[in-house]
């Protein structure tokens, strides 16, 4: 291939683009990860597990990545919630936290891949939860950024003192009704806190004003007149003008230096975060946390009698507009409230029956609670917690499964009198009662092909080893709560319904498809399946349903030897599986690469990445030396299909992309501008083949297509990214190869290692990859016309065929083994048909070839076949999409049965043909090719 320029603008990437820039470690759980909802089942089993553990975590870092965004007393350490979620849950499901504080176990959650929910009656840890565990997007670090620099360079300014008090009269109503607040905030102090209060306020986007607020909240004690964070008492500091100005731009960088590297490690993954009383979620808010639709409890409730957060967080509350009087008055386990009503712990059990009460029928049914609690003084004497709420629990219909006791560490920052705290803990753990449960199975809400709706069906029987009842078109089934896990993997069921009441849930299909709304359409381009049109690509929710009749369980290795541009890779990553690829069209597999990198890439470091490149291409710099990208060899070719102002563009576009620090963000924007290259060439878009416009093209927008893909893509990824907090698996990285999968050197060392094949092959002499991409491959990929043709002739299926071989072929076709060479009887008969009736009269070059081309073929599936024999595991399933289609030869229509070739194909090899399930075709299948598939078929077998 010939080698182009290196020739490139010179530009320097900021670090944070660099993927592989280090990342904090985020400890591991020292109980091993849940599985399955089976090793849950057993409760007895489950507390010798969490027995077994020292909860201690002496020699550990307790304050890792966000965790110390904010002060916030009396929070349980992080390696607690991160081994209960790790033990007691699986990928995928959600975990609630009633008392979410500053948002300990929504962050783990989120970490460990769960999904999350944090309730709290105080609005501040509402606000740091949110702002803790959600990435901020560029734009957002953007705005942040020029808040830090114009606070920090106001700070320094030597007339700070007159810039703030000239915006006084606007930064006024910012301060708050605090009483006698002059004794406890200077006035500088106040007015420069109201001027940043003020700017906050002005920032247009929600996100960047939490996290804003939050680093204010964070200042607010610091540079008030109290004594201490653990001291609610006077004592007053003389701070000088922009002292309190250069606090909030010092924590703001501080905070957003912190959470960068979490960002990297969440994506997009959000929690669900509200301000409520967990004591009245029945009465109130019902809805805040429905029925049966949490699968873990995990929370360390207030401890009865001794801390005070309204009191800890007065100046913050008020600060950020909130009254801590209010919250005062519904406190649990306030000290304060506890004297004011002169009553003891029987409060402290009136609180805490309903928030069980609400526990028992938010958990999905054989689910667990676990609840850090210590025990509780009164007049001296000391009461378990645990038991008493081990009496509660059960009174309210939960089963106490056991406690398991933990070493406190001693601190000394507490508001707690040294009397009142505690040296222990006990983790009380609880469940919701298991029974069998009679599950509604409901479609997909598109309307579904018979054949789908059979491969529903088929899925169900598959995944969850039953023989659902079928009412109508619902499927229904008897079940444990301890098989719905394998229920989420299901292709064509998006909702699963209990009976008795229980809200439905969407299977993680439903969730990547729409996200948490309903749709009546199929897309066929969630996640990152529609980043670049591909002809004679199978659709992705087939391939799932596929990969889920081979029952396979996660980590299971997939192959697909024509992986195309990958959409059985990004469906078996998607699944929990391990993907390889190969595939001999070299823009395929750049595609491939493109769509499975994402998966196992930052959605954050990538989103940046692509948005920092925007903003360096928002202005046209190419000039002529930009068309020199393109080396002599190509340049003629290239100056034939595209205008000259389109070439220079191309050409520096091209040279910029080569220096992005991110090796997933590279190939993703070499495919975004594969996809527009038709667009802007003298190619007429809408053939398949490659005829000119009759119109030629002058120029045409390069810059404005390619930053409306860059747009778009980064708003599919950011979505993508929101959804795989719902994701039951976590995905691996895929391997794709250019190569054939014809010669056994590609698979080498693959032997006995695969689990199952999903592949649709190219069917005999149809689709022309190659022409077809042909302009994206010579400007994206460097490849001219003699290497585009080379790898044309030696596509499987391919047209091109050299009159030698032709020859060759035609020879061999009288020799009497010819159907034990190709394995097939019904390939040998169809090959010999074609030759003689087309011999016997006068047609063009086509068909001439015709007989040989096809003779080629079907030994071309021969060979991968055998390769295919040596990779597949003994009972491995294979499954392959085909397609007939139709030839002419001589005056004669000839149906090219390649379904029926390959299935006695597949069983030359000794495999078990176990189903052939016909497909309808749409009427897109037909545009554009002569040659159009009128039938479908799914062959499996199993080795």
């Known amino acids: 291939m010939a080698k182009r320029s290196r020739r490139v603008a010179a530009n320097t990437y900021p670090l944070w683009a660099t993927l592989d820039a280090p990342v904090r470690a985020v400890p591991t759980p020292v109980v091993p990860e849940a599985r399955s909802l089976a090793e849950i089942r057993e409760p007895a089993e489950v507390l010798a597990r969490l027995a077994a553990v020292d909860w201690s975590f002496t020699a550990d870092d307790t304050s890792y990545l966000g965790h110390d965004l904010h002060p916030y007393p009396a929070k349980f350490i992080p390696q607690i919630p991160a081994n209960l979620i790790s033990a ?81 009269p606007r930064s006024a109503r910012q301060v708050p009704q605090i009483p006698n607040i002059d004794e406890w905030f200077s006035t500088s102090v106040t007015r420069e806190l109201a001027y940043v209060k003020d700017q906050i306020s002005q920032l247009d986007d929600p996100a960047a004003q939490r996290f804003a607020n939050v680093a204010l909240s964070s200042i607010v004690v610091k540079v008030s007149n ?120 029987d409060l402290y059990l009136a609180d805490m029956r309903p928030v069980l009460k609400s526990i028992s029928t938010r958990l999905r049914v054989g689910r667990y609670a676990v609840f850090v609690v210590g025990d509780s003084v009164f007049d001296g004497k000391t009461i378990s917690t645990a038991e008493a709420l081990s009496t509660l629990a059960e009174s309210v219909g939960l089963e106490v499964v056991g406690v398991v006791s933990r070493t406190v560490h001693a601190t000394r920052r507490s508001f707690i009198a040294a009397a009142r705290r505690t040296r222990s803990e006990d983790l009380l753990i609880l469940r919701r009662t298991p029974h069998r449960l009679t599950v509604h199975f409901r479609a997909a809400p598109y309307r579904m092909w018979p054949y789908e709706d059979a491969l529903r069906r088929r899925e169900i029987a598959a995944v969850l080893h039953i023989e659902p009842r079928k009412p109508g078109d619902v499927q229904t089934a008897e079940l444990s709560p301890y098989e719905l896990d394998r229920a989420q993997r299901l292709a064509f069921t998006h909702l699963l319904e209990v009976e008795g009441g229980t809200p439905s849930w969407r299977t993680w299909q439903a969730i990547l498809e729409n996200g948490n709304a309903e749709a009546g359409r199929k897309d066929p381009k969630y996640a990152t399946h529609g980043i670049h049109p591909y002809k004679g690509k199978f659709y992705p929710q087939l391939c799932k349903a596929l990969l889920n009749l081979a029952d396979l369980e996660p980590g299971a290795t997939v192959l697909d030897p024509f992986c195309g541009s990958g959409t059985v890779l990004l469906e078996a990553q998607l ?206 990929l460097g490849l001219g016309a003699p290497e585009r043709a080379l790898l044309d002739q030696g596509l499987t299926g391919s047209r091109e065929i050299r009159e030698t071989q032709r020859r060759q072929l035609e020879a061999a076709l009288s020799a009497p083994g010819l159907a034990k060479e190709l394995r097939s009887p019904t390939a040998a008969r169809l090959v010999r048909q074609v030759h003689r009736l087309n011999r016997a009269a006068d047609v063009g070059f086509r068909r001439r070839n015709m007989a040989a081309l096809l003779f080629r073929y079907f030994d071309d599936m021969r060979r991968v076949f055998e390769n295919l024999t040596r990779v597949i595991r003994p009972g491995g399933r294979l499954s392959f999409v085909i397609g007939d289609n139709k030839t002419i030869a001589g005056e004669s229509p000839i149906d090219i049965t390649s379904g029926k070739v390959l299935a006695e194909l597949g069983e030359s090899m000794g495999w078990k043909l176990v189903d052939s399930i016909p497909i309808s075709v749409t009427k897109d299948a037909h545009l554009h090719s002569h040659n159009s598939i009128t039938e479908n078929v799914v062959l499996c077998f199993q080795a």
Request: overall charge neutral; aromatic content about 6%; proline content about 7%.
């Open 88 to 168: 007691l849950s699986l990928r995928g499901e959600l975990i609630w936290d009633p008392f979410g504080g500053s948002g300990t176990t929504p962050l783990e959650a989120l970490l460990l891949g769960r999904r999350a929910l944090s309730t709290d009656v105080n609005p501040l840890a509402t606000l740091i939860t949110e702002a803790k565990c959600a990435a901020l997007s560029p734009e957002q670090h953007d705005d942040l950024r020029k808040l830090h620099m114009q606070a920090r360079s106001l700070a320094e300014a030597h007339d700070v003192e007159r810039a703030v008090n000239s915006a006084w």
């Open 226 to 345: 109290q004594d201490g964070e653990t001291r609610y008492a006077r004592r007053p500091q003389h701070l000088p003008p922009g002292r309190t100005l250069r606090a909030f731009a010092q924590a703001l960088s501080d905070a957003l230096v912190k959470h960068e590297p979490m960002e990297d490690l969440l994506g997009y993954r959000r929690p669900r975060v509200v301000t409520t009383d967990a004591r009245h979620l029945d009465e109130v808010e019902p809805d805040t946390v429905p029925a049966s639709s949490v699968d873990l409890v995990v929370t360390s409730p207030p401890y009865a009698n001794a801390t005070d957060y309204h009191l800890y967080h007065r100046f913050r509350l008020f600060w950020l507009g909130f009254d801590p009087r209010d919250m005062a008055q519904h406190e649990v386990g306030s000290h304060l409230r506890h004297q004011r009503e002169k009553q003891g712990f």
């Open 575 to 780: 699944n929990g599986h391990v993907a390889t690829g190969c595939d001999m069209n070299p823009l395929a597999v750049l595609i491939a690469k493109a769509k499975t990198g994402v998966a196992t890439t930052s959605a954050v470091a990538l989103d940046r990445a692509l948005k920092d490149f925007r903003d360096r291409t928002s202005t046209d710099k190419s000039d002529a030396r930009s068309a020199d990208y393109f080396v002599p060899p190509l340049r003629a070719e290239v100056d034939n299909w595209f205008p000259a102002p389109v070439t220079r563009r191309l050409g520096w576009l091209l040279a910029l992309i080569e220096r992005v620090p991110n090796v997933t963000a590279t190939d993703v924007l070499r495919v975004l501008l594969s996809s527009i290259i038709r667009q802007v060439s003298q190619q007429e878009p809408a053939d398949l083949r490659i005829r000119r416009r009759k119109e030629p093209l002058e120029d045409a927008p390069v810059l404005d297509l390619l930053h409306a893909r860059i747009d778009d893509f980064r708003t599919r990824l950011q979505n993508f990214g929101e959804r795989t907090s719902s994701s039951p698996f976590s995905f691996a990285p895929a391997t794709v190869v250019d190569g054939d999968a014809r010669l056994w050197s590609t698979l080498a060392g693959m032997e006995r290692r695969v689990d199952c094949i999903v592949t649709s092959p190219p069917y005999a002499t149809a689709l022309p990859y190659i022409d077809t991409d042909r302009l994206s491959i010579l400007t994206i």
